[in-house]
């Protein structure tokens, strides 16, 4: 089955535009489109999507509260967990791609972004392997980490306590942007083994995904901006 892409997006053109390129895949389809944030989820009440390519400043509802929504569930009755969500934003925006990562985005791409990294990160957030910090969502983190409230030295959330000294080191390496490739070969592991553990922190710390992981890592001061070392 292709995956069920909704497009959400003030400016008609942008759209018409994302809709070609999804167009000409054959493992994608666009089955919805939404010129608001208030529209999309009238839309999803009746529309199954796998993945939202969701603009941040939109008339009558931005694309933050959307996504907050969205991520909550509630929209599409029947399916077995709410639609991906793919901020599209311009340098400009950043501080809004922060708040969407926050309520529950899988990551965030530029609007003049090529046609093959969107496509890569459709799929990349549709299997699962959120788009979780690559350069441009560390830079966003790294920049906006300051806004969030001071930390101490130890964990500030206890459910940090519930993870053991391995996963604690394994979410540390999802925080610097690491793949599960790459941290098995840090690690010594395999990626089955990573890809457990990454599971295992999920279910744990009550994360939707990656994402989740990296922004919870930065608020509790386990990862600090610029450095990305432990706290």
Do not use: W
């Not at 008609?12 to 054959?26: D, E, H, N, S």
């Not at 796998?50 to 399916?79: F, K, N, S, W, Y």
């Not at 392997?129 to 920049?143: F, G, Q």
């Amino acid at each position: 089955m292709p995956i069920r892409v909704m497009l959400v997006d003030d400016q008609v053109l942008l759209r018409t535009g994302f809709r070609m390129v999804l167009a000409a895949q054959p493992d994608m389809e666009v089955v919805a489109e939404a010129g608001d944030g208030r529209e999309a989820l009238e839309v999803l009440r009746s529309t199954q999507v796998d993945v939202i390519l969701m603009d941040v400043r939109m008339p009558h509802m931005d694309g933050v509260e959307a996504t907050r929504q969205i991520c909550e569930g509630g929209q599409q009755e029947g399916a077995p967990q709410p639609p991906k969500v793919l901020i599209l934003t311009t340098f400009d925006l950043d501080e809004y791609a922060f708040s969407a990562l926050k309520a529950g985005a899988s990551g965030f791409m530029l609007k003049d972004v090529p046609p093959g990294e969107l496509l890569a990160a459709i799929r990349a957030v549709e299997s699962g392997d959120a788009v979780v910090a690559p350069s441009t969502t560390r830079r966003l983190l790294d920049r906006f980490t300051p806004m969030l409230p001071t930390v101490g030295a130890g964990p500030s959330r206890p459910e940090l306590e519930r993870l053991t000294e391995r996963e604690r080191e394994v979410l540390l390496l999802v925080a610097q942007g690491l793949s599960n490739g790459e941290i098995a070969a840090r690690l010594v592991l395999s990626e089955a083994t990573v890809k457990t553990h990454v599971g295992r922190i999920l279910t744990k710390l009550s994360l939707r995904d990656r994402v989740q992981a990296v922004v919870l890592a930065y608020e509790t001061g386990l990862v600090r901006a610029g450095g990305g070392g432990a706290a």
